[in-house]
């Protein structure tokens, strides 16, 4: 069956160190992978896509890498903050570049204590 | 802010009632989408319309209905609503209504729906 799966429990890590999410999807193959952050009641905010064809995406403090053998995504946070605290959901189109019908992992919380 | 406006917020009724929710898209955008979120089934695609038609169908039960209306702005109707049916509604746009880089979603605020 189809699949995309996040840590599903929460991460703690100090201020300043680099927090690494996961997401891995079966049974899917996606033309992009997308991270949204969410806060709390809150709707998803879109921070970046990859698409299949590229390795990694950086954007400022962040960065993503797409390794399609391993049907697997990486997100990065370097040098995390208190602010960056929220809910980090990756998200796929499975129907490759079809229609806009996006999938979403069950999201990673992430909690930077100062 | 996303540009993406959803009312009401908050929605409290019975079971049994029906309700619409009701969303407004970013300037420009000429697709809107609905997901549904619940504690337990996390984040899930109910429908697309691009410019007034129906594009995309997921898990939308049969007492959901939606439309687009010809100003864009979409309306997402719940009949014979269930204690199941609480839930957050959220309502995203984007400009297109295929998957890509140029066609990413912007969500709303969302509405919440308590079924008592």
């Known amino acids: 069956s189809q699949k995309i799966e996040q840590n599903s429990e929460a991460l703690n890590i100090q201020e300043g160190k680099t927090a690494t999410l996961t997401c891995n999807y079966t049974?899917?193959?996606?033309?992009?992978l997308q991270w949204y952050r969410q806060d709390p009641g809150r709707g998803p905010v879109f921070l970046l896509l990859?698409?299949?064809?590229?390795k990694e995406k950086r954007k400022e403090r962040l960065k993503v890498t797409f390794d399609t053998t391993l049907k697997q995504s990486l997100f990065h946070i370097t040098a995390s903050q208190p602010a960056d605290s929220a809910t980090y959901l990756c998200a796929l189109d499975p129907s490759s570049g079809g229609y806009n019908k996006l999938i979403f992992g069950a999201g990673t919380r992430l909690a930077v204590h100062p | 802010d996303s540009g993406v406006t959803q009312t009401p917020k908050h929605l409290i009724t019975a079971t049994g009632q029906r309700v619409t929710l009701r969303c407004s898209p970013r300037?420009?955008?000429?697709?809107v989408y609905w997901y549904q979120q619940s504690l337990d089934q996390g984040l899930q695609f109910l429908i697309q319309y691009y410019n007034g038609e129906e594009r995309a169908k997921g898990n939308i039960l049969e007492r959901f209905s939606a439309q687009q209306f010809p100003d864009l702005h979409s309306e997402l109707n719940l009949s014979s609503l269930e204690l199941g049916d609480s839930a957050l509604y959220f309502c995203?746009?984007?400009?297109?209504?295929?998957?890509?880089?140029?066609?990413?979603?912007?969500f709303g605020a969302g509405t919440r729906l308590s079924v008592l």
């Open positions: 990859i698409r299949e064809n590229e």
């Open positions: 995203a746009s984007s400009v297109g209504s295929k998957a890509g880089a140029k066609n990413i979603q912007y």
């Open positions: 049974n899917y193959s996606p033309a992009y």
């Open positions: 300037s420009g955008d000429l697709s």
